[in-house]
């Protein structure tokens, strides 16, 4: 199964009494970076929830070009990539065992080849067997992203993918995010590194008080375009 | 897609493998429930003698209170780097990673009986290795019929706050005629005059509460987990 656009139309997702997306309608085609801004609390880690299954809308649709999550199943699941808040990794395993595990369940072909490419990219290769539990914050963060991204998935969605990454890893990564987008994925990445993650993007979206409003180009730094756009829905 | 026993293996075997590595959940349940079993010894052993059937009901909550702890240690695991939400995005039959949780913590509970039994035996002068076929089919059939519901409500509770509470509280009302069936079945077993007709009545009985559970467990474990 496979698709070459994520359209979301008139989502709205509450938690209890607390309303956490707002009619929310936004499209991402394959070969696009969209870049998810806004404050904490605002609903960007719903929105990507929402968008990879995990989380049902309260009211709205999500399409995958024809398919919802509903009609296209595992399948679907397949196609898509997901770097969360929690890493998803098992501290108690190797990077090289947590990689296998995943990509097992994925059915990566060619398994061994891409796990040892994901532990050089992620610069891992030289603790491959050693328990997660002992590595950095950013060491987690390099091979869980190796992990969302090692069944090549067409959605990839990213939740701040920069956290705990030094000056290397942030240029690797954002290097990489540019490959992915001239490979056909579509990326949805959330950040509040702005200056990072500007030179990569096509376009940005701001979600306040679970609303979505776009960044429109003009003049200034994203940086500065987002907070004229905050100050003004303030 | 990975294929359904393909599943359930990459899941046993991965949670296997972080438990050869921390052995944290067999030490605690082993040491919780030969703790449960030394401290009612010594309660209802008098001059070498037990109470009648003491030792069946004994055996029984030690199984079912280590399990509780096991259940809840197993999924604590997939709660901590929220790795439970990351199996639910894998192309798998959602059952299948319902599957593999529920046999590795099978394993783990065998082993915790493969330690309790003798001890129960030996402390309460039971004999639970006369009939050995009979008594191993109670302990697999009452053992299964706990953790299919255990595991299912302790994957349910994962993202909840009160989870330790919320646990036990909702799993011993539903496997009450688990631990019931595996009590009167095994204290017709260790009644000076065996009862065999009435222990394979009470392991009928499990079994048809496990064809039942699990039945249950697989069919609302994705409704269910989905958010």
């Known amino acids: 199964m496979d698709f070459t656009s994520l359209t979301l139309s008139d989502v709205s997702r509450t938690f209890g009494r607390r309303r956490a997306l707002n009619r929310v309608s936004l499209r991402c085609r394959a070969g696009e970076i969209v870049a998810l801004l806004g404050p904490n609390g605002a609903g960007k880690s719903t929105l990507l929830s929402i968008a990879s299954t995990l989380l049902e809308p309260s009211s709205g649709a999500v399409r995958y070009d024809d398919h919802t999550a509903r009609t296209a199943g595992a399948g679907l699941r397949g196609r898509i990539g997901l770097l969360a808040h929690d890493l998803y990794v098992y501290p108690e395993l190797s990077p090289a065992e947590n990689l296998l595990f995943f990509g097992r369940l994925y059915r990566v072909p060619d398994l061994a080849r891409r796990v040892d490419a994901a532990l050089e990219r992620a610069e891992l290769s030289h603790r491959r067997a050693d328990p997660v539990a002992g590595f950095s914050r950013g060491m987690r963060q390099r091979l869980a992203v190796e992990r969302a991204l090692l069944h090549e998935p067409r959605l990839v969605l990213l939740d701040e993918p920069f956290t705990g990454l030094d000056d290397g890893a942030t240029a690797a990564l954002r290097e990489r995010l540019s490959g992915l987008r001239a490979a056909g994925a579509m990326v949805l990445v959330t950040t509040h590194d702005l200056e990072i993650i500007e030179p990569v993007i096509d376009r940005a979206v701001v979600l306040q008080s679970g609303r979505l409003v776009p960044v429109e180009p003009g003049v200034g730094t994203l940086r500065e375009r987002y907070r004229r756009l905050c100050a003004a829905g303030t | ?227």
């Open chain 2, 1 to 227: 897609m990975t294929s359904f026993l393909g599943t359930v293996w990459l899941v046993t075997r991965k949670d296997l493998l972080i438990e050869v590595r921390s052995r944290e959940i067999l030490y605690t349940t082993l040491f919780f429930a030969v703790s449960c079993v030394l401290v009612f010894a010594f309660g209802f052993v008098r001059e070498g003698r037990a109470i009648e059937h003491a030792a069946a009901g004994i055996l029984w909550i030690a199984i079912a209170f280590s399990g509780t702890l096991a259940l809840g240690r197993a999924f604590e695991r997939e709660r901590q780097n929220d790795t439970l939400r990351a199996l639910m995005l894998a192309p798998v039959d959602r059952p299948a990673l319902y599957v593999g949780k529920l046999v590795g913590v099978l394993v783990l509970l065998g082993a915790v009986e493969a330690v309790v039994v003798p001890i129960v035996a030996l402390m309460f002068q039971a004999r639970l290795f006369a009939h050995p076929f009979l008594m191993a089919g109670l302990l697999i059939a009452g053992t299964v019929g706990f953790a299919a519901v255990g595991t299912l409500f302790a994957a349910m509770l994962v993202r909840a706050r009160s989870r330790d509470v919320l646990l036990p509280v909702l799993l011993y009302p539903i496997t009450v005629p688990v631990i019931i069936a595996g009590v009167r079945g095994t204290a017709a077993l260790l009644q000076a005059d065996v009862d065999l007709p009435m222990a394979r009545a009470w392991l009928s009985m499990l079994v048809f509460f496990d064809v039942v559970f699990i039945t249950l467990s697989l069919w609302t474990f994705e409704p269910l987990m989905t958010e």
